[in-house]
């Protein structure tokens, strides 16, 4: 007679869910991850968030077809009882199977190629206009150039840290150290922790960091609670000062992404001095010192104070694009309180993003953001084949009922203008005020 299979329930796996204690389920099998935690290339907080539950579809989401057969070192020896997927998820798999077996996830295209002579072609110029040029108009579009370097080095790091864009492991982290640490002064590693978390815990007012922007910004009324963000540790007061901002934060909006540069650089700077595990932290270190040297050596050679500032004021400006619009993406869409779910990760994924309508020609520019569901549904998946499975995606939302959310460029900017407006009013008419500070009471005062 063949040996009975041992099962825990659900309950009993909502048990191990702490750090020093992480199991998983995937199809129904149990695994024990707490060790592969401190290695796991995504870092161990992925594992932590979704610990304590059935993680199929997660797992298909983020790992190639090779992960599948290491995960038997990790298997407890139990199953899950009443294991059973959703209609949904049975769909969503089925997708991923298909467009793996077209060879979608492999193929490539040239866009790294492209990708990096655009960065090269935006360097050469923007130094050439400030060493070889004496127009005051040459150095303010050098800046611009350089915010643009930024952007497209923004997405060469966003495809390096999903799937590998060279022909190696090791050309690929040339790549991220290079168009990240070295050119843009942005930590890959911080990153990869922060952008991991992001897509696991996807629109979580306290898991999702995209979303805790306290005190400058809300996209929820439910933020005025003090929220404690379990990716920073910490709580998001909602105190006199953050209500002050918040309740003028649809007017703030552009003016803080013109410079939001700074809070990316200062985070690079904080997790790699912190006690934090960081791989390779010398590499990521070294290539923050070559931009911290390059960057300030080159706006030095600018003839006077004025057009010194006018550059650095440029190059932020426009690579201020970019961080609008990793809030458009999110900040209109749907938020939740509490841990990510496995069970009903497609649904998740669907409903806190938004996609915007471009034409073709413009993705270089987008990034592949443009195409953001795509993208959190199917993150390994090269920009380059985004717009090719969109059809199939919106055809998987109509058949189960789930909103398919697009807008255009303008548009989306009017949806983010107007949450962060419709939480602005609430932040003032909160019927049981917090104390207020006197600029708040001198700005507010009627009558």
Same mark, same amino acid.
């Given at each position: ?30 695994? %024990? ?5 401190? %290695? ?5 907080? *992925? ?16 790992? *190639? ?15 899950? /009882? ?7 998820? /049975? ?136 929220? @404690? ?5 910490? /709580?998001?007061?909602? %105190? ?11 007017? @703030? ?25 960081? *791989? ?74 938004? %996609? ?42 109509? /058949? ?15 949806? @983010? ?31």
């Amino acid at each position: 007679m063949a040996e009975s299979r041992r099962c825990i329930s659900k309950a009993e796996l909502e048990n191990h869910k702490k750090p020093g204690d992480l199991w998983i389920a995937i199809h129904g099998k149990i695994y %024990d991850v707490t060790e592969w935690s401190h %290695d796991h290339p995504g870092g161990a907080l *992925p594992l932590l968030n979704l610990a304590g539950q059935d993680a199929t579809d997660a797992f298909v989401a983020f790992h *190639p077809g090779l992960a599948w057969q290491y995960l038997d070192k990790f298997f407890t020896g139990y199953y899950l /009882k009443d294991y059973s997927v959703s209609e949904v998820s /049975k769909d969503y798999r089925k997708l991923a199977a298909e467009f793996s077996k077209m060879g979608l996830f492999e193929k490539k295209g040239h866009g790294t190629c492209f990708s990096l002579c655009f960065i090269a072609l935006f360097f050469w110029v923007s130094v050439y206009g400030v060493l070889c040029c004496n127009s005051a108009w040459v150095h303010l579009c050098s800046g611009g150039l350089m915010g643009f370097l930024w952007i497209q080095s923004g997405w060469m790091g966003h495809d390096s840290g999903h799937y590998q864009v060279m022909s190696s492991r090791k050309f690929n982290r040339f790549a991220q150290i290079l168009t990240g640490n070295c050119l843009a002064g942005i930590s890959i590693g911080w990153w990869k922790w922060n952008h991991n978390a992001h897509h696991i815990a996807c629109n979580s007012l306290d898991f999702d960091p995209d979303l805790q922007h306290m005190p400058l910004f809300a996209v929820s009324s439910k933020l005025f609670n003090s929220l @404690t963000s379990y990716f920073y540790e910490r /709580k998001m007061n909602f %105190d006199s000062v953050a209500r002050f901002l918040v309740s003028y934060q649809h007017w @703030t909006f552009y003016p803080v992404m013109c410079f939001a540069r700074i809070n990316l650089f200062a985070q690079s700077f904080l997790l790699l001095f912190s006690k934090r595990k960081v *791989p390779n932290r010398g590499q990521e270190i070294l290539g923050l010192l070559v931009f911290w040297t390059w960057y300030p050596l080159l706006v030095s050679c600018l003839p006077n104070w004025g057009e010194r500032l006018m550059f650095v004021v440029a190059s932020f400006v426009v690579t201020g694009i970019q961080h609008i619009q990793f809030c458009l993406n999110h900040f209109s869409s749907s938020v939740y309180v509490g841990p990510p779910s496995g069970n009903d990760w497609f649904e998740k994924q669907t409903d806190g993003t938004l %996609d915007i309508l471009c034409s073709s020609w413009m993705d270089w520019f987008h990034g592949g953001l443009q195409f953001q569901i795509e993208h959190h549904l199917f993150p390994r998946m090269p920009r380059c084949h985004l717009r090719k499975i969109s059809p199939f995606v919106k055809e998987l939302c109509k /058949k189960h009922n789930l909103l398919y959310n697009s807008a255009s460029f303008w548009k989306a900017n009017a949806m @983010t203008i107007g949450t962060l407006r419709s939480a602005a009013l609430q932040a003032r008419d909160l019927s049981n005020p917090i104390p207020k500070n006197l600029v708040w009471e001198a700005v507010n005062t009627h009558g």
